[in-house]
Structure formats: C-alpha cells, structure tokens
C-alpha cells in the first residue's frame, strides 16, 4: 500500500513537471516584422506603447561581413517620423538589431520597444542566421533625436551605427 502512494505521487509530480503545452511559435522564413502581426512570443517585453505602422520609405541597411571587417551599410543613416528600417543579413551571421536600454529616452522607449517585434531581450531585435533574412523597425512616433544601435554579437568588433530621426 506504502509503494503505491509513493509511485502514485511521484507520477503526479511528472504529470505536473511535463504538463501545459508550448504556446510560442516559431517562424522560420520571411520579414520578421510580417510575421509579428500573426505571433506574439514569450521573450518580447511587454511594451507600453502601441506599434505604429511605417507611413513613409522603408530604407534598408545591409549587415555584412567584408575586410575583415562587421558592419552596417550603411552604418548611420537618417529617416524621418513614420519611415522604417529594414536590415538585411548579407554576411558573417548571426547579426541582430539593438538599442542599449540605459541610452534611450524614457519617453522613447516604450514606443521604439513597441515597434520592434519578436525581440529577444529589451530593444534587441532576433538574430539573423540565413542569407537575405530581414529584421523591420518602424520609426512612426520616435521623437526626433539620434539613436545608438549595434549587433551584439560583433559589438566587440565595432558594429555600431547611429540612426538619425528628423
């Protein structure tokens, strides 16, 4: 009777330990940002603000890997309120989009966390690992002012940029 409780037990502890589903999606092709209008996962910090869809260009920025050298192209570049971004992963993968938390405004930073979908961790954008993979950042309702980014795994490698908004 003893070791049917224990056993008994120790398989509703099992049934507790493996039970509850998986509920985050994983999207493997595409715009990054397209995909984040159909899922929304665990890891992205919820955001105060609201995303604001691109209304103007969409500018892109290549990461690339070249003379032995990490960097954006280009690396600072200037939009103005409502355009977007779109990075493109062109070589030296992985590359990924982020904002140093401690560096933007507290005003910012709820709408910029709003319009980066799928982040990783706050103001970081996924990694991109595949040939012409994109990550898309809309600048709609960004305060003007110039806004430090950089790839955090080639941040030790000096890929910086700086985007201007007017």
């Known amino acids: 009777m003893k070791i049917s409780r224990i056993l008994l037990g120790a398989a509703g502890m099992i049934a507790l330990a493996c039970g509850g589903a998986d509920n985050t999606t994983t999207t493997t092709t595409g715009d990054t ?19 604001a869809p691109i209304t103007g260009t969409t500018h892109e920025v290549r ?19 409502g355009d977007g971004i ?48 994109t990550y898309t950042i809309s ?4 305060p003007a002012g110039s806004y430090n980014y950089h790839c955090t795994p080639h941040l030790a490698m000096n890929m910086r940029g700086v985007i201007t908004v007017e």
């Not at 990461?63 to 192209?73: C, P």
């Not at 600048?139 to 960004?142: L, T």
């Open 33 to 51: 940002a397209a995909a984040a209008a159909a899922t929304t996962p665990t890891a992205t910090p919820a955001a105060a603000g609201t995303l």
């Open 63 to 81: 990461m690339v890997f070249e003379n032995n050298e990490y960097k954006f192209v280009p690396a600072n570049i200037t939009v103005k309120a």
């Open 86 to 133: 779109r990075w493109i992963m062109v070589s030296g993968a992985p590359h990924n989009v982020a904002f140093d938390p401690a560096t933007i405004p507290a005003n910012v930073k709820p709408q910029l966390s709003a319009n980066m979908p799928n982040q990783i961790s706050e103001l970081s954008s996924p990694m991109l690992i595949n040939l012409n993979e």
């Open 139 to 142: 600048f709609a309702n960004i």
